[in-house]
Antibody, heavy 122, light 107 residues
Framework: EVQLVQSGAEVKKPGESLRISCETSGYSFTSYWIGWVRQMPGKGLEWMGIIWPDDSDTRYNPSFQGQVTISADKSISTTYLQWSSLKASDTAMYYCARKYGDLGEVYGLDVWGQGTTVTVSS | DIQMTQSPSSLSASVGDRVTITCRASQSISRFLNWYQQKPGEAPNLLIY???SLQSGVPSRFTGSASGTDFTLTISSLQPEDFATYYC?????????FGQGTKVEIK
């Protein structure tokens, strides 16, 4: 069974750093893109970026470029989303999701993690 | 950026109703259009990819269609488990974008 299991909820203060994880299993980790999606409280979905774990080729939404870093560790089939200095406006649910097929193909995000809640408050 | 505009933003319907949700792209996106369902407290779930292809395991009452830059998600006979928020998403451009969502509520 294909699974994406995300790390647990986080409560942080503004200015702190954070890395959340998305551990995958049940498929070839290096053969699918993994994306990250933000959902702020009561709001819609925002695509943040996507990574090809085999060579860590990463594409960012310009709105998030420089604000977060997406990375991958092939040895443990895990991708990460990290912040160096959190802001209150980073408070949201964050999802990882697998993209079936290549970026130039029509397939969507077919398997999702359960989400990680990040709360940033002083 | 390609803007995806969904309509309506919400609707009320009864079990058994036929429901149609529309998503309009601000420019051509070929068939790079996906539909997701999200229930409260849950992650989104892929329903339709490539504008009209049904994702494996999704009930056949969900169908997608396309006409130019207009895309439609139809639920042929609304079931109790279909009350949720639905999002379209384009993956045509390097910057993927979602529609703002359509909340389907019980009448």
């Amino acid at each position: 069974e294909v699974q994406l299991v995300q790390s647990g909820a986080e409560v942080k203060k503004p200015g702190e750093s954070l890395r959340i994880s998305c551990e995958t299993s049940g498929y070839s980790f290096t053969s699918y893109w993994i994306g990250w999606v933000r959902q702020m409280p009561g709001k819609g979905l925002e695509w943040m970026g996507i990574i090809w774990p085999d060579d860590s080729d990463t594409r960012y939404n310009p709105s998030f470029q420089g604000q977060v870093t997406i990375s991958a560790d092939k040895s443990i089939s895990t991708t990460y989303l990290q912040w160096s200095s959190l802001k209150a406006s980073d408070t949201a649910m964050y999802y990882c999701a697998r993209k079936y097929g290549d970026l130039g193909e029509v397939y969507g995000l077919d398997v999702w993690g359960q989400g990680t809640t990040v709360t940033v408050s002083s | 950026d390609i803007q995806m505009t969904q309509s309506p933003s919400s609707l009320s319907a009864s079990v058994g109703d036929r429901v149609t949700i529309t998503c309009r792209a601000s420019q051509s996106i070929s068939r790079f259009l996906n539909w997701y369902q999200q229930k409260p407290g849950e992650a989104p779930n892929l329903l339709i990819y490539g504008a009209s292809s049904l994702q494996s395991g999704v009930p056949s009452r969900f169908t997608g269609s396309a006409s130019g830059t207009d895309f439609t998600l139809t639920i042929s006979s609304l079931q109790p488990e279909d009350f949720a928020t639905y999002y379209c998403q384009q993956t045509y451009s390097a910057l993927w974008t979602f529609g703002q969502g359509t909340k389907v509520e019980i009448k």
